[in-house]
């Protein structure tokens, strides 16, 4: 019968799960801003947009899924603004929402983006996991993130 963990096990657990995720969330944004001068906000509401219908999505949801702030979120949208990868579209049926949409400029370089990270994370996560067990992370985080949200 197995024995349950103790605390120090536990929490080496839990520590070298945080630290898998940092140095390879580093590696990856690292590669993504030296190859498209994407910050990690920027690439992550591009690759949340390119996964979009029509590419857009609300500014207050794509803020809320982004996980930044109202004015973290406006900083990052005028600068995808600027470098015309996004526009502001007021909707047509309530005044009050405003979406962020993907320029044609800007569905390339998310698309590219997007490819890229993918390439990465074969050669940063899958190559050294596998398949399987690349998968089985994934659902793992997916419980624990399903999970603790729910109580949260």
Known sequence: MPTE??????VTWWGL????????????MTEIEKRFGLAPASFDVLL????SPDY???MTRLAH?????????TKVADRLCEAGLIRRIP???DRRVIYACLTEHGIDIAQQARSACADILRHTVLAPLGPDASKSLAQAM?????????EA
Do not use: C, H, K, W
């Not at 949340?48 to 996964?51: A, I, S, Y």
């Open 5 to 10: 963990p103790d605390d120090d096990e536990v």
């Open 17 to 28: 799960v945080i630290e898998g995720y940092l140095t390879t969330q580093d590696r990856l």
């Open 48 to 51: 949340r947009l390119v996964r």
């Open 56 to 58: 857009r999505m609300p």
């Open 65 to 73: 899924e982004a996980a930044l702030s109202s004015g973290g979120f």
């Open 91 to 93: 909707s047509d049926q």
């Open 142 to 150: 997916r419980i624990l993130r399903d999970t603790n949200s729910a």
